[in-house]
């Protein structure tokens, strides 16, 4: 069993940043992928950044140039650099792995951080 705990969320005013973490633990024997992804009040979860094994990242248009995600394979954890925050950000974000096990690969999710971005 693998759990993540998330931390980094709170209230920031628009144009402002911040930075949210992620740390997994428990059994496992490596991460496949990790990421994040969000939920405001009446809308569907939505992927906001992933990077895999190799480094690879992907962005919500939404987000492109404006959040960073990396993530340190050895401590198994990642990292959400929101810059230029907007209202529009304001959601419930949510750290996600997909981790390879001893017998074939699981996704993990954690507890959900919420991130509010107001005046």
């Known amino acids: 069993q693998v759990q993540l705990v998330e931390s980094g969320g709170g209230l920031v005013q628009p144009g402002g940043s911040l930075r949210l973490s992620c740390a997994a633990s428990?059994?496992?024997?490596?991460?496949?992928?990790m990421g994040w992804y969000r939920q405001a009040p009446g809308k569907q979860r939505e992927l906001v950044a992933s990077i895999n094994s190799g480094g690879t990242t992907n962005y919500a248009d939404s987000v492109k140039d404006r959040f960073t995600i990396s993530g340190d394979n050895a401590k198994n954890q990642w990292y959400l650099q929101m810059n230029g925050l907007s209202p529009e950000d304001t959601a419930v974000y949510y750290c996600y792995c997909n981790a390879r096990l001893h017998i074939g690969s699981a996704d993990y999710w954690g507890q959900g951080t919420q991130v509010t971005v107001s005046s």
């Open positions: 428990g059994t496992m024997l490596r991460m496949n992928a």
